[in-house]
């Protein structure tokens, strides 16, 4: 079982990131991929989270800004993110589990965790 999450860097206020979540040992038809991030000094934040029914979600502070989707032949997992605040400066992690809809951003619903990717941006 790992996640390899890859794509992070430094970029400008109003750039874009694309992040990838690659998967070993589960398939994205049978588990849930969510996209967490954790900036400095504060709790970690779930953002968007694709089901395995393919269903999707955002947290309003990305709402609009980012677009997660997935590979299910790649079996990978990606998150486009647009219009880049310096406020989105953060580690980026992804988790793979079964939540149920209304506790995706809870991250004890997620037993593996992606290793993080770091995104800076500056204003």
């Known amino acids: 079982v790992q996640l390899q999450a890859s794509g992070g860097g430094f970029v400008q206020a109003g750039g874009s990131l694309r992040l990838s979540c690659a998967l070993s040992?589960?398939?994205?038809?049978?588990?849930?991929i969510t996209w967490f991030r954790q900036g400095p000094g504060k709790e970690r934040e779930g953002i968007s989270h694709?089901?395995?029914?393919?269903?999707?979600y955002y947290a309003d502070s990305v709402k609009g800004r980012f677009t997660i989707s997935r590979d299910t032949a790649k079996n990978t997992v990606y998150l486009q993110m647009n219009s880049l605040k310096p406020e989105d400066t953060a580690i980026y992690y992804c988790a793979v589990g079964r939540p149920i809809t209304s506790a995706w951003r809870t991250s004890t619903m997620y037993a593996y965790w992606g290793q993080g990717t770091q995104v800076t941006v500056s204003s």
């Open positions: 694709i089901r395995s029914s393919g269903a999707i």
């Open positions: 040992g589960f398939r994205l038809v049978d588990y849930g």
